[in-house]
Nanobody
Framework: VQLVESGGGSVQAGGSLRLSCAAS????????MGWFRQAPGKEREGVGV???????SYADSVKGRFTISKDNAKNTLYLQMNSLKPDDSAMYYC??????????????????WGQGTQVTVS
């Protein structure tokens, strides 16, 4: 099982970035997957998740700005981030295999994690 994030970088406030998470090692499309982030000195928090049935949930702080999508053929999860703010600066992690409630945004519910990709908004 492997999750590999990419697409992070530095961007000015108001800009956009698209993160990617390539999954391998299991039937990717069968699992709830999502994005989480952790800023220095803060706890890891849920950004948004999408389940195998297409259901999705987003943190209030990103609703209307961030969108999760999946390409099942490529086993890849995406996070499109628009109207970025300095508060969005963090390490962003991809996670899979929700062992908690449906569409949980609690990081402790997820079994598998990527190494993260840094997003900096100035």
């Amino acid at each position: 099982v492997q999750l590999v994030e990419s697409g992070g970088g530095s961007v000015q406030a108001g800009g956009s970035l698209r993160l990617s998470c390539a999954a391998s090692g299991y039937t990717y499309s069968s699992y709830c997957m999502g994005w989480f982030r952790q800023a220095p000195g803060k706890e890891r928090e849920g950004v948004g998740v999408v389940d195998s049935d297409g259901g999705a949930s987003y943190a209030d702080s990103v609703k209307g700005r961030f969108t999760i999508s999946k390409d099942n053929a490529k086993n890849t999860l995406y996070l499109q981030m628009n109207s970025l703010k300095p508060d969005d600066s963090a390490m962003y992690y991809c996670a899979a295999w929700n062992t908690g409630p449906y569409l949980s945004l609690d990081p402790s519910s997820y079994r598998d994690w990527g190494q993260g990709t840094q997003v900096t908004v100035s």
